[in-house]
């Protein structure tokens, strides 16, 4: 039975190893070079009857295998070969000593490393061409080949002339475009030596998490046996992926000082070029550095940032910023309101236009670098072994660690993360309190401050999705406002001033007129206010009425805790304290508003449309991201089976509209009943500009603060007198006038 259909019938083909004897050569392959020394033998004889039509045959032969005696040294060499090859097919014992011949040698060999072996290649190369000049200058000059040699010197000087001619014509008319090219190839690739690098894992603050499974591939880039040897793998390559400012630079490099391995930084973006090939050629000539690397130092980490410039499936995102005349709708919410409002706000596009340097070959040959097949090396393994029947042993083992960090997996190939080729995937995302707390201390520890461990777990609490460059950021600017104000040392008040400074950015050196300045005081008391009251998963960072780049006021909140899940309740009292603005500037002013409530009431809106048509929150539960997908319509608007339950699938714009009237008459409840502590806190607004959340808290509960003291609005004398000033303040929005008599001060 062949060996085809031993294949078509499940058993598969035998490797070399497992054979008794050399598989059979045909009768072509046996006498195809027999043939060609032959068929040249006898070329010879008709080129020399040719030009002497006086020789014989007999002559001619005889004359031919005098002059030419290496043609049938090289054939008894062939006849040798097919000899040993006839041999090893039908006797087996002889097959097993050759084999058992090579694994010796390769035994020996490999007392070697691969670097000395690489090293030790070259030379025998550099001999081989010398040798072959030594033998055609013999050919030339009639001379024995090592004597010949001496006279390379001198047929070099002969043959100067016709080398300039030639020298001239590729450096005007080729010389150009090889410089070109191999300056554009040249850039965007940088080489980090282990000397060079001094980051290690415990530079790296707040990702234990990530860094424990990074510590793997490590263990097994440094001792590749101790999986290899049990039958898997080495892992070639990890996906670091998160938001800006997380670490994932950072931890690629700590990764190479760790191992003290060479490390090479790759930039993506560098491989788009305006020529075809250009970036083709850059990952060939990376990947031939990186093979030489990891010969010379037993491995080598490169490190693709931003590899989503790589591919061209990622998505594009264009949107504008809120309208400087708006509340600064969205810093009160919670972080998973702000996301959703920022990915809902913000318009996708773009999906089909190329980006990176896919387009141009160069992510195709990234993917055949990261998984091709690799050829054998050296010319005793490739030419030697093949010429004596033998199969040529594998390509050394490169061990090349490869690193991609993104801010964006979906944009990525999906063939580049394949398993073989980006094995493993981690998300490096915000630190948890207890990081957020090594980071604060791993900078603190660095400049000189008066901060105690609990400010420390303090600020972690209070910046809550922090990354490593913002706190580090943050720590600088506390540090940088302390040497202003002549000081070394940080203290708690520069640590909130840069925090402020940072979050908000400065504050514009402008005065409201006093109108203006109540009114945007009262709405945010109205936002302060119902947070305190009816959000308990939030608490109020600060509130002010400073005017910033793209806010008039605002009310910002922190969660007390790290929290992974959101539920109804929440998002209902998001809505409510989004509506509190809406709610209170019509309450307050008599059934006016401005039209600083729009970002409110598009953060309301955005929140209550997912809650009914997205998250199962209200009264159907199909989801209208699915039905907008295949194209059913929105959720409800169907047949019901009576008409109550016709009146609950209602269309999903008239439920949520709906929806939020109801809260809003909610608000309005609450308003209604706070309110002398929405006037007491716009008081103090309009007072302080700014207020810390514990100072919001005391001025609503009439406690003493840090900077405000809320005592006072518990007198009803001075509340009087607050009231008296808002109205006036009211009296004079409708006149576009200066309010008729001053804020109140109080004076117990």
């Known amino acids: 039975m062949s060996e085809i259909s031993k294949s078509n019938q499940g058993i598969s083909r035998k490797r070399d190893s497992e054979r008794r004897t050399r598989v059979h050569l045909s009768l072509f392959d046996r006498v195809k070079f027999i043939l060609l020394f032959a068929l040249t033998y006898l070329i010879l004889i008709w080129a020399l009857l040719s030009e002497n039509p006086l020789y014989s045959v007999s002559d001619a032969s005889l004359d031919i295998a005098k002059k030419h005696v290496w043609l049938f040294w090289i054939a008894g060499i062939e006849i040798l070969r097919q000899l040993h090859f006839l041999i090893s097919e039908f006797i087996s014992p002889y097959h097993r000593i050759w084999q058992w011949y090579f694994k010796s040698v390769d035994r020996a060999v490999h007392l070697l490393s691969d670097w000395t072996r690489y090293r030790i290649a070259r030379v025998v190369r550099a001999l081989l061409w010398i040798t072959l000049l030594s033998v055609i200058l013999g050919a030339v000059y009639k001379l024995p080949p090592a004597q010949a040699l001496f006279m390379a010197p001198q047929a070099l000087w002969s043959a100067l002339p016709m080398l300039a001619q030639l020298a001239f014509a590729i450096v005007f008319i080729l010389i150009q475009f090889v410089a070109m090219f191999w300056f554009l190839s040249r850039g965007g690739i940088d080489t980090y030596f282990p000397d060079d690098i001094n980051t290690r894992f415990s530079d790296v603050w707040g990702q234990d998490h990530v860094l424990e499974r990074i510590r793997e591939n490590l263990l097994f880039l440094e001792d590749p046996e101790s999986i290899e040897r049990h039958g898997g793998y080495v892992p070639g390559g990890i996906l670091l992926w998160g938001p800006p400012g997380t670490g994932k630079t950072l931890m690629a490099e700590a990764m190479a000082g760790e191992t003290g391995k060479p490390f090479i930084f790759v930039d993506p973006g560098a491989f788009n070029n305006m020529f075809f090939g250009v970036g083709v050629l850059k990952v060939k000539s990376l990947f031939r550095k990186l093979r030489k690397l990891a010969l010379r130092y037993g491995g080598v980490v490169v490190f693709f940032d931003e590899a989503d410039a790589l591919g061209n499936r990622g998505i594009v995102t264009t949107g504008q910023r809120m309208q400087a005349d708006t509340c600064h709708g969205g810093n009160y919410l919670s972080e998973s309101a702000i996301n959703i409002l920022t990915r809902e706000k913000f318009v996708v596009g773009g999906a089909a236009n190329a980006g990176g340097g896919a387009g141009m070959g160069t992510l195709q040959a990234l993917l055949t670098e990261l998984s091709g097949l690799k050829k054998p090396r050296g010319f005793f393994n490739r030419i030697v072994r093949r010429t004596l029947g033998?199969?040529?042993?594998?390509?050394?083992?490169?061990?090349?660690?490869?690193?991609?960090?993104?801010?964006?997996?979906?944009?990525?190939?999906?063939a580049l993360l394949r398993p073989g080729r980006i094995d493993r995937m981690y998300r490096v995302g915000y630190p948890s309190?207890?990081?957020?707390?090594?980071?604060?201390?791993?900078?603190?520890?660095?400049?000189?401050?008066?901060?105690?461990?609990?400010d420390v777990e303090k600020l972690a609490i209070m910046t809550p999705y922090s990354t490593g460059a913002t706190i580090k950021d943050m720590i600088n600017e506390a540090l940088i406002i302390a040497i202003r104000d002549g000081r070394t040392a940080i203290t708690w008040a520069d640590v909130l001033r840069a925090k402020q400074q940072k979050e908000l950015g400065p504050s514009e050196d402008v005065e409201y007129i006093e109108r203006e300045r109540h009114a945007i005081a009262v709405h945010e008391a109205c936002h302060a206010v119902i947070a305190h009251r009816v959000r308990q998963h939030m608490n109020i960072d600060l509130a002010t009425i400073e005017k910033g780049s793209d806010y008039l006021g605002m009310v910002a909140s922190i969660p007390p805790d790290d929290q992974f899940t959101r539920w109804k309740s929440e998002y209902q009292s998001d809505i409510l304290v989004s509506l509190a603005s809406l709610a209170g500037e019509r309450m307050f002013f008599n059934g006016d508003n401005s039209s600083g409530v729009s970002g409110d009431l598009e953060s309301?809106?955005?929140?209550?449309?997912?809650?009914?048509?997205?998250?199962?929150?209200?009264?159907?539960?199909?989801?209208?991201?699915?039905?907008?997908?295949?194209?059913?319509?929105?959720?409800?608007?169907?047949?019901?089976?009576?008409?109550s339950d016709r009146e609950l699938r209602r269309?999903?714009?008239?439920?949520?509209?709906?929806?939020?009237?109801q809260l809003l008459e909610k608000a309005e409840k609450l308003l209604q009943e706070n309110r002398k502590e929405v006037l007491a806190l716009a008081h103090a607004l309009e007072t302080h500009k700014t207020l810390p959340g514990e100072d919001v808290a005391a001025v609503i509960e009439c406690q003493k603060g840090a900077i405000a003291d809320g005592r006072p609005y518990s007198d009803n004398s001075f509340l009087k007198e607050i009231e008296e000033y808002h109205n006036a303040c009211v009296s004079a929005h409708r006149e576009h006038r200066a309010p008729e008599i001053p804020l109140p001060v109080f004076k117990g």
Do not use: C
């Open 390 to 414: 033998m199969r040529p042993k594998n390509p050394p083992k490169y061990r090349i660690l490869v690193v991609m960090a993104t801010n964006m997996p979906e944009a990525l190939d999906e």
């Open 651 to 661: 269309a999903l714009s008239d439920r949520i509209e709906d929806n939020l009237n």
């Open 604 to 643: 309301a809106t955005t929140i209550a449309s997912l809650m009914e048509g997205h998250w199962g929150m209200g009264s159907t539960i199909s989801s209208h991201a699915s039905n907008r997908r295949f194209e059913v319509g929105a959720p409800g608007g169907g047949k019901g089976r009576d008409e």
């Open 433 to 454: 309190k207890n990081g957020r707390v090594r980071t604060y201390q791993g900078y603190l520890d660095k400049v000189s401050h008066l901060l105690e461990q609990a």
